[in-house]
């Protein structure tokens, strides 16, 4: 079956910094990739929607240079918090659509300090 | 936009069945779907309802009602693994792109 990787699976950094996260579609090409975020004991809330080739489509409320997304091909979409803050401490999962069905990859779990 | 309400925790024991329903308010609403997560992982997909009607993979049967803005995961001979949080997820078409708009989860404990 469809399988979507994600790369960490968790991090763990210091206030300030930048954390880069990496979504691949493994054995099908993906257009549109989706990021999720997911809070402690709450359901997942999408972020942004990445499309190859062109600017990301942002949910309301979602700083898009806080949260940078490049899709620079059609089996790679990369998501970069940038000076995050403990409160961006979250699990992070993207997500491919093949069809109507929609593959998630194993989740980045973000920790920071 | 879309909100999907399915309720909070359903209790059922070893064996038995329980249902899982989930009413959506949705505009551009294309199918409902439903996953599976067990703490600390990802969802899994579980199903999808385009159409009208019941669905069945295993264990485990799909409905939706469109009439209604209806739909419920009907999970038969419940095993311990079952325990898990369960997601509705419309199917959402706005413009040229889909996404997936979760309710809030269904945390099932299945007890012996």
């Known amino acids: 079956g469809a399988v979507v990787s994600q790369h960490p699976s968790w991090v763990i950094c210091k206030s300030g910094t930048s954390v880069k996260i990496e979504c691949r579609s493994l054995?099908?090409?993906?257009?549109?990739m989706f990021w999720y975020r997911q809070f402690p004991k709450q359901s997942l809330m999408l972020m942004a929607t990445?499309?190859?080739?062109?600017?990301?489509?942002?949910e309301q409320g979602v700083e898009k240079d806080k949260f940078l997304i490049n899709h620079a091909s059609l089996t790679l979409s990369t998501l970069t918090v940038t000076s995050a803050h403990p409160e961006d401490s979250s699990f992070y999962i993207c997500?491919?659509?093949?069809?109507?069905?929609?593959?998630f990859g194993p989740g980045t779990r973000l920790t920071v300090t | 936009g879309q909100s999907l309400e399915q309720p909070s925790e359903v209790t059922a024991v070893e064996g038995a069945i329980v249902q899982i329903n989930c009413t959506y308010q949705?505009?551009?609403?294309?199918?409902l779907s439903w996953y599976q997560q067990h703490d600390g992982g990802a969802p899994t997909f579980l199903s999808y309802?385009?159409?009208?009607g019941l669905e069945e993979t295993g264990r485990f049967s799909s409905f939706l009602s469109r009439s209604d803005s209806y739909g419920y995961l009907l999970l038969q001979e419940l095993q311990m693994k079952d325990s898990a949080s369960y997601f509705c997820?419309?199917?959402?078409?706005?413009?040229?792109?889909?996404?997936?708009?979760f309710g809030k989860g269904t945390k099932l404990s299945v007890k012996p």
């Open positions: 997820a419309g199917l959402n078409y706005g413009g040229s792109q889909g996404n997936l708009i």
């Open positions: 990445s499309n190859e080739g062109s600017k990301a489509t942002y």
């Open positions: 997500s491919a659509n093949r069809g109507q069905e929609q593959y």
């Open positions: 054995d099908f090409q993906a257009t549109t």
């Open positions: 309802n385009g159409l009208d």
């Open positions: 949705t505009s551009g609403f294309y199918g």
